[in-house]
């Protein structure tokens, strides 16, 4: 133990003595955080609603049939149970729920209005605002098309929009569990990789090999001064989310960390392994970065919804670690959802981490080349 305690110190000092490494460990977040403020969004497509129909008259069935014929939605059901909306929210199955009143008629022949509610997640403010204005152009659509000719003049029905979770449509709701991806992928990917290589290039690996140290501790001493920056950094991001950016975490904090920790152990195995597997520190970083950094921007559902993708995009993105770990962070912070929801996120990026280090530790090569 006093061997791997050496061992660990020795790391520390490899990185406290770079200032721009110590820059990019901890300035990175901290600066990610705070101006990284927008994202990109693609059209909408098949996008999963509910319609909450208390009419059930031969208006809303017609509207009904107006929004299932297009391309932009899928609904998925068609109730009288208002109480399902938010557990479907919570469970991520739908983007926006709709909601026609049991008066829809009666208030169109009366007083030449009504309103149907428009609720949807608006975690993604871009995706919501889309959403929403499909949604209220085809009522509209359907509107100029049928009520104005077939029932009465100047009919209107007046959509009535609820954003949930995110009704200021505030810019930090989105972007900051996708910065969490990107900064404990980069700190735990990137440096974790260039960490074994760098000792093959100083020609100090040899030294590491020939001392009594079994290698599961060089591993580990490789391993534990990034976990506690990345500890540090997450730490940092969710003070900075709370306090600057003004967004509360509205579930458990310590189911927050727990997952954040179980990612932070994924993104390390990952980098060990790439480390090991490579002959030098710049092989390391372009695998690190191209490997990673890259299917955490355009495959996490972090700048591109995942549902507008190709089929085959969608299935790559399923072994992209950042992808289930972006939707753990979504549905605490923003949603409350609890372990029950969030279970299989879980179990998903808790078989990545054991995979990764099984791999890792077989790989691993006790002579040199």
């Not at 003595?17 to 909408?44: K, S």
């Not at 995110?166 to 992928?185: D, I, Y």
């Not at 355009?298 to 670690?321: A, H, R, T």
Request: glycine share 4%; net charge positive; hydrophobic share 55%.
């Amino acid at each position: 133990m006093k061997r791997l305690i050496n061992f660990i110190i020795k790391e520390f000092k490899h990185i406290i003595r770079d200032p721009r490494v110590l820059l990019i460990l901890f300035g990175m977040p901290v600066v990610q955080v705070l101006i990284f403020g927008f994202a990109l969004t693609n059209e909408i497509k098949n996008s999963k609603i509910i319609v909450i129909d208390f009419a059930r008259d031969e208006i809303s069935k017609k509207m009904i049939n107006k929004i299932e014929a297009n391309k932009y939605f899928e609904i998925i059901e068609i109730s009288q149970n208002k109480n399902i909306i938010l557990d479907y929210f919570r469970e991520g199955k739908i983007k926006a729920a709709i909601i026609i009143p049991a008066n829809l008629s009666s208030d169109l022949n009366h007083s030449g209005s009504s309103q149907i509610q428009i609720i949807t997640d608006a975690t993604d403010v871009n995706f919501a605002n889309s959403i929403k204005n499909f949604i209220r152009a085809i009522i509209n659509d359907y509107q100029s098309e049928s009520l104005a000719g077939k029932v009465l003049e100047r009919l209107i029905i007046v959509p009535e929009i609820k954003m949930l979770y995110n009704p200021q449509l505030k810019g930090a709701p989105n972007f900051v569990p996708g910065v969490m991806s990107m900064v404990m992928l980069l700190v735990c990917v990137m440096m974790t990789a260039i960490a074994i290589v760098r000792e093959k290039e100083i020609g100090s690996m040899e030294v590491l090999l020939t001392s009594p140290v079994r290698p599961i501790f060089i591993i580990i001493s490789k391993v534990v001064p990034y976990f506690a920056i990345s500890t540090i950094d997450l730490t940092l991001i969710l003070l900075l989310s709370v306090y600057v950016l003004d967004l509360p975490i509205q579930g458990s904090l310590f189911l927050l960390i727990a997952e954040s920790l179980l990612f932070i152990f994924t993104c390390l195995n990952i980098g060990i392994l790439i480390s090991i597997r490579t002959s030098s520190q710049q092989i390391a970083m372009l695998m690190s970065l191209v490997g990673m950094m890259m299917p955490t921007v355009f495959l996490s559902g972090f700048m591109f919804p995942i549902e507008n993708m190709p089929y085959v995009l969608q299935l790559i993105s399923n072994v992209v670690p950042s992808k289930w770990f972006y939707i753990i962070v979504k549905d605490i912070m923003l949603k409350g959802a609890g372990f029950e929801i969030v279970w299989k996120e879980t179990l998903i990026i808790a078989s990545m981490m054991f995979f990764f280090f099984l791999v890792s530790f077989r790989t691993f090569k006790v002579r040199l080349n």
